[in-house]
């Protein structure tokens, strides 16, 4: 018995461990800055989980009605509460219910739900829009922290058929910024690969140099270091604790084979004694009251054997449970790792193409600077935001920090090209 209390409480004491390592992670994605005060309207998505409870994770559009449906609640109206009053009134109406949770086996697990173990975090804010000057017009997802130039960059850059009659100096810098940000995805990837293979057993030297910043290049190289030795630590402590429950399982039962000897042995010396009572009663020489205890005796011997056969059944089991789960590991480890392989090798192709794709633009855009030399106006922007007053429009520029919701409004200047010179700056040489 002190060996099944041991073995709860050190699962017990893993499961607050793990609900530890989930706040940590959640506390992550509240907003900080001005989206702390950024009030919830129709179009966001919200994130609501329980650590410990794995299967209740629920993700809530805020409808047209400014309403959500939770499930153990029903409808919620959230549209024009700040992210904080949001996770008070959905963990104060998650608060005491009962979610019931089908195990595996069958069985069904009945959770409190406690007011301070519901997390809620922003799962997608509501799109901002860009128009204009730009290559590809239309509704972009928002990301926290994102600006003007941001926006612009995922819609493609400024309007490409403007530019390619007017500036092509405009055209060329977005290509080169691309170029670059390509070549650091492509050693990302590169470095997930190494690390990857590594962690299948392959014996990867090096990752081949590319042309990226020596302070990026060491910084993906020390992250992906310590991706792999957090992985292989975890793996390590899950099949420790793995481990000594098995030790204690076994432990257990050669305790109840002892057991089981000796109650087998009180089993047979009551049947004997009853059998005896049982010949001298029919002889007149044993007294009934003395049959019946002899009965009762054997009985209760017989009971007590049954029980401890039961119990050493059970943690036989759950011993093989423990087991099966100890050799997975390495399998559904090795499972994950290839599959992430795959996807990064794909990657790394679509990213190669790209790169190939923007070299050339470069080397066309090059020549065109070889013949023009514009003057370098900037785009006159202009944000436009709805507030609870009402909507606004901001004068922008392109590090004019963006809301969920905003439009972005681009219009490109359209430069006199009559004081062009025959000549420009020649652009920079391609890294090998």
């Not at 204690?248 to 050669?254: D, F, Y």
């Amino acid at each position: 018995m002190k060996l099944s209390k041991s073995l709860g409480s050190a699962c017990s004491l893993a499961m607050v461990s793990s609900r530890l390592v989930l706040f940590a992670g959640t506390v992550a994605l509240v907003p900080a800055g001005a989206l702390a005060e950024y009030k919830l309207q129709p179009g966001d998505t919200l994130e609501v989980s329980i650590p410990g409870i794995s299967e209740f994770r629920q993700r809530l559009l805020i409808g047209v009605d400014g309403e959500v449906n939770l499930a153990l609640v029903g409808e919620l109206r959230l549209s024009g509460l700040s992210i904080h009053q949001a996770q008070e009134l959905l963990a104060g109406n998650l608060a005491n219910k009962q979610y019931r949770q089908a195990t595996s086996d069958g069985r069904e697990i009945t959770h409190l739900i406690q007011a301070d173990q519901v997390f809620v975090s922003v799962a997608e804010y509501r799109p901002i829009y860009v128009y204009g000057d730009v290559a590809r017009p239309g509704e972009y997802l928002f990301r926290p922290g994102m600006t003007v130039r941001q926006a612009v960059a995922v819609a493609g850059g400024y309007s490409i058929a403007q530019v390619r009659v007017t500036n092509p100096l405009v055209e060329a810098t977005d290509f080169r910024a691309e170029y670059r940000a390509l070549w650091a995805q492509f050693a990302t990837e590169q470095v997930r690969i190494w690390r990857l293979r590594t962690e299948l057993g392959e014996k990867v030297e090096h990752v081949e140099n590319v042309p990226v910043p020596e302070a990026l290049a060491e910084r993906l190289k020390q992250t992906a270091v310590g991706h792999l030795e957090a992985r292989r630590t975890d793996s390590e402590k899950d099949k420790a604790l793995l481990g000594k429950a098995v030790e204690e399982a076994s432990l257990q039962l050669e305790l109840l084979a002892e057991k089981k000897k000796k109650d087998e042995e009180g089993n047979q010396a009551d049947s004997d004694d009853y059998e005896s009572v049982r010949k001298l009663f029919q002889k007149g020489l044993a007294p009934t009251t003395r049959l019946s205890e002899a009965r009762r005796a054997m009985l209760l011997s017989s009971t007590q054997l049954l029980d401890t056969v039961v119990q050493a059944s059970n943690i036989e089991r759950q011993r093989g449970e423990y087991i099966r789960q100890l050799n997975k590991i390495d399998s559904e480890r090795q499972i994950a790792a290839l599959g992430e392989l795959q996807e990064a090798y794909m990657n790394l192709a679509q990213v190669s193409a790209r790169l190939e794709g923007t070299a050339q633009k470069l080397a066309l855009t090059g020549q065109a600077q070889s013949t023009l030399l514009v003057a370098a106006d900037r785009p006159d922007i202009a944000v436009h935001r709805m507030r609870e007053q009402g909507g606004e429009t901001l004068p922008g520029s392109e590090d004019l920090g963006l809301q969920p919701g905003d439009v972005v409004e681009i219009v490109l200047p359209k430069p006199d090209f009559a004081g062009a010179v025959a000549s420009s700056p020649p652009a920079p040489a391609m890294p090998n």
